[in-house]
């Protein structure tokens, strides 16, 4: 696969640097650093006043994955005011539109993307999650030569563009695949017990999943490792969803304890229903959850119970920083209680593009191939340090590297965050990987010393 890396000169609307910033949103010397700095320098003092750019998301904005959903919608919103603070791409704005998934498929998820197609001509598709093969939008990509990027968190876009990257080299997969998180989560409870931290009660470990394909492949990608790391998978079940009562399963769970549960399904108000009913009659068990707590409806749900549960994300806005500015300004905007973790996604997806597309010279509308090459070629060459870690694409594979288990170096892949709820009434501490790490692991408060 050819890509050119050839720069055009833009044209551009110049402007006064101090109109700018006073009428701009990132009016700050402490916003104006790092990565949008570049974006700044490289729109030359422009304003936003060209012909406007057609963006779109497709995500569930309504039915049961609409908490999600609706902050995939504010972070894109956000990163668009944003950059067109900066000056858009070139002097020209980014105008985002709209279209809902619902309860997601493939089916869906294409009709979706293909009406922001022929309804609104977007230069590139910018997306959070969807459920599905995660591996369906990027035909429409393909098929109209756009940029697509999204967090569908999955290796079957890995091993679809592998497949055929001169097809697929507009997609790009903004976090690292679901299997990191089998061997992730088993290197984390490595280095609990190594740094002195936790100590297993027994090498037992129950593995509950839900049907889907994110849940199952890391559900899959731990029992496969596991006795790498001397653990015994005694418990695999797969429960039906939406999961609200949870009694057969917590049954089997106490009727022979582990040391470690593992849930890979992730949807936070069936997590929430897990913990209010395993607090009642808890084991000597660590609980690790996938995702769905760093969505506030958790611990809406589960209150005091969520005390003590660990979860993971591969991609969540870190606390340091950037990412707490980020929150901030999020929070400002949609509310004190907006899930910014979610919003992050999509955001730091919209700078990853737009900075590489200034740097190729402007977007390319449907059909430009050419010029979305350009973009795609500098989308894979870029490091690029946001609010979620450092993004950097696999070759060939076009997703995010991870953070420590595929690679040693923090300054180049995302980092594999672990969470710990150790307060409801209060954001979770990020207690690991380093050097990210803000809090300690706390004992959960059911386990006895």
Known sequence: MKRSSKLTTPNVIAGSRRNFLIKGSLATAATLTGMPAMLFSMNNEARAEGDPIPVGQ???????????????????????????????????????????????????????????????????????????????????????????????????????????????????????????????????????????????????????????????????????????????????????VPASEWGPTLAKI?????????????????????????????????IYMQYGPSIPAFRDIAKQAANGIIYATVVGALQDEIGTAFEKRYKAKFGPNAGHNSGAQPYDGAYVWATAAALAGGTGEPGNNDQNRKVAAR??????????????FMPLENAAFTYPTQVNDSSLGMPHQFLQIQDYTKGPGLIAPAPYGTTKFMLPPWIKA
């Open 58 to 240: 497709c995500g569930p904005t309504t039915d049961f994955a609409a908490p999600d959903g609706i902050e995939f919608k504010n972070g894109l919103t956000l990163a668009c005011e944003e950059i067109n603070a900066l000056g858009g791409i070139l002097g020209r704005p980014l105008e985002p539109s709209f279209e809902d998934t619902a309860q997601m498929g493939d089916a869906t998820n294409v009709q979706a993307a293909q009406r922001l197609v022929d309804r609104h001509g977007v230069h590139a598709i910018l997306n959070g999650y969807n459920i599905g093969s995660g591996a369906a939008i990027q035909e429409v990509a393909a098929d109209n030569g756009i940029i697509y990027v999204h967090y569908d968190t999955t290796i079957g876009h890995n091993n679809l563009v592998k497949s055929n990257p001169d097809r697929y080299w507009g997609s790009f997969q903004g976090d690292p695949a679901e299997y990191w998180y089998g061997p992730g989560f088993l290197k984390f409870l490595q280095g609990l017990e190594e740094n002195g931290e936790w100590k297993r009660k027994n090498n037992k470990m129950a593995v509950i999943l839900s049907a889907g394909v994110y849940a199952s492949n890391i559900a899959n990608a731990v029992k496969e490792q596991a006795k790498n790391y001397g653990w015994e998978i005694t418990l695999f079940e797969t429960v039906s």
């Open 254 to 286: 106490r009727q022979d304890p582990p040391a470690v549960i593992c849930i890979t399904h992730f949807l936070p108000a069936d997590l929430g229903q897990f913990a209010l009913q395993f607090a009642s009659n808890p084991t000597q068990s660590l």
């Open 379 to 392: 989308m894979s060459s870029m490091i690029w340090r946001g609010v979620t870690g450092t993004t950097r």
